[in-house]
């Protein structure tokens, strides 16, 4: 019975989810309410607070749902490329570029900030803790394992500065994605002090 109740929990869960993404994808996160969601995913308000008990904790399942989509493409770009360290930054980064300009809620929550509505940017930004750590470890044992020979300390700095970089561009892009992954992959490479040869 607890594995039925589970199941349950977890569409419940994805089906509010789903909801609350249209709903800011739609009209941005300052327009997103608990009774709006509740209508949009046809359960009761009360529903919605016993599953995620705040606004808040919906923004972040919002979006820690959309970096696990994102490191899974991710880790596809990388699995393209595992005999070329460059390649592989390069096509993970302009991944991630490409789909961040076009995915819906990415979107919805950049132009909501640069209006002066920054609603769920803080979780991108000055409360990105659970999004970089969940990027810097799957990058850390994904590269400890396919480039093994990569120096701890190195790999461990490189692979902060792909996923601050990376981010910084999604929130504030500056250039085509092309041009910026191949600038990435370069500072990447310096950083963990690895050459083409």
């Not at 008990?53 to 770009?77: K, N, T, Y």
């Not at 819906?104 to 900030?113: E, G, Q």
């Not at 969940?134 to 590269?143: H, I, K, R, S």
């Not at 792909?162 to 981010?167: A, E, G, K, P, Q």
């Amino acid at each position: 019975m607890t594995r039925y109740r589970e199941s349950v929990r977890s569409l419940l869960r994805e089906r509010l989810l789903d909801a609350a993404y249209e709903l800011v994808a739609a009209d941005g996160w300052d327009k997103m309410r608990m009774t709006r969601l509740a209508i949009a995913a046809g359960v009761s308000r009360q529903t919605v607070y016993t599953e995620f008990g705040s606004r808040e904790a919906i923004g972040e399942a919002l979006i820690m749902r959309e970096v696990e989509r994102f490191l899974v493409g991710i880790q596809e770009q990388l699995d393209a490329n595992t005999a070329d360290l460059r390649a592989a930054i390069t096509a993970g980064v302009r991944f991630t570029l490409q789909q961040a300009a076009d995915n819906p809620l990415i979107k919805s929550v950049l132009t909501n900030a640069r209006s002066g509505n920054e609603g769920l940017l803080a979780l991108l930004t000055v409360r990105s803790d659970q999004l970089l750590n969940a990027a810097q470890t799957m990058l850390d044992a994904y590269v400890a394992d396919v480039w093994p020979e990569m120096d701890p300390a190195s790999r461990s700095l490189a692979i902060e500065a792909v996923v601050r970089i990376t981010l910084s561009h999604i929130v504030q892009p500056g250039g085509s994605a092309e041009e910026t992954a191949r600038r990435t992959a370069e500072i990447v490479m310096r950083v963990a002090q690895i050459s083409d040869d």
